[in-house]
């Protein structure tokens, strides 16, 4: 745990009790959330056992959706780092055997996407 409670400190990071408050609902019998990136709306949320993605929808976001990715079913990965001139860096997952990405994101600079390579590379090649 204390790998993971170091990179709390980040821009962009979002604090275990935090995330823990708002998000414990969606937990199961021994999952325990171990960190969380927010990006604008939307939070991403690496637990011992999958990844949470939290997408606030519409203008007051009051619609939620909640997607569940157990690490085992993530085929590859990649990040790509912001640029001089682009301001955003992004992130693509695959899940199970699609040819394009499941999942695409842009961080803005205020997230270490390192970190989040990090953490996504711990689960997916720990599962």
């Known amino acids: 745990m204390g790998f993971f409670s170091a ?3 980040n821009a962009g990071a979002v604090s275990q009790e935090s995330l823990v408050k ?5 937990l199961i019998e021994s999952e325990e959330i171990e960190l969380g ?5 939307d939070v991403f949320i690496f637990t011992n056992k999958r990844l949470i993605l939290v ?3 519409g203008l007051t976001a009051s619609k939620i959706e909640y997607k569940s990715i157990t690490y085992k079913s993530i085929s590859r990965f990649s990040v790509e780092t912001a640029g001089t001139f ?7 997952i695959w899940v199970s055997s699609e040819t394009h ?5 842009q961080f803005n600079k ?4 390192y970190d989040v390579h ?3 590379a711990t689960h997916v090649l720990n599962s």
């Open 118 to 120: 990090m953490v996504l």
């Open 110 to 113: 205020s997230v270490n996407v």
């Open 22 to 26: 708002d998000y414990g609902k969606l």
């Open 86 to 92: 682009d301001l955003e860096a992004e992130l693509k």
């Open 101 to 105: 990405p499941s999942i695409v994101k």
């Open 7 to 9: 990179l709390i400190g």
């Open 55 to 57: 997408e606030k929808q």
């Open 37 to 41: 990136f927010k990006l604008i709306r």
